[in-house]
Nanobody, 125 residues
Framework: EVRLVESGGGLVQAGGSLKLSCAASGLPSDDYVIGWFRQAPGKEREGVSSISTLDGTTYYTDSVKGRFTISSDNAKNTVYLQMNSLKPEDTAVYYC??????????????????WGHGTQVTVSS
């Protein structure tokens, strides 16, 4: 059974930083795309950043480029999202998703088979 567990969310002031973790277990291979998505109240789930566990290829949506960094520790089966210079508009529940067939640069939530339960990130102004 595939299990994804997010952690690291919290409340931070604008300009601050948080580091999210997505611990994966039960993935049947080492060739997956792990994506971080976020969903604010009343909005659709949007792709933030993704990484290929096979070759480390990464993708960032425009609104987080230069502020967020995705990385993976394959030995720990964990993907991280370092978020710097946070803005109030970054406030959302952050989810990690995993899929063998997803493409790193095309973050479509419906294409991801496995999801964590999410972690809340709140950025105060």
């Amino acid at each position: 059974e595939v299990r994804l567990v997010e952690s690291g969310g919290g409340l931070v002031q604008a300009g601050g930083s948080l580091k999210l973790s997505c611990a994966a277990s039960g993935l049947p291979s080492d060739d997956y795309v792990i994506g971080w998505f976020r969903q604010a109240p009343g909005k659709e789930r949007e792709g933030v950043s993704s990484i290929s566990t096979l070759d480390g290829t990464t993708y960032y949506t425009d609104s987080v480029k230069g502020r967020f960094t995705i990385s993976s520790d394959n030995a720990k089966n964990t993907v991280y999202l370092q978020m710097n210079s946070l803005k109030p508009e970054d406030t959302a529940v952050y989810y990690c998703g995993a899929d063998h067939w997803a493409m790193v640069d095309r973050m479509i939530a419906e294409e991801y088979d496995h999801w964590g339960h999410g972690t809340q990130v709140t950025v105060s102004s």
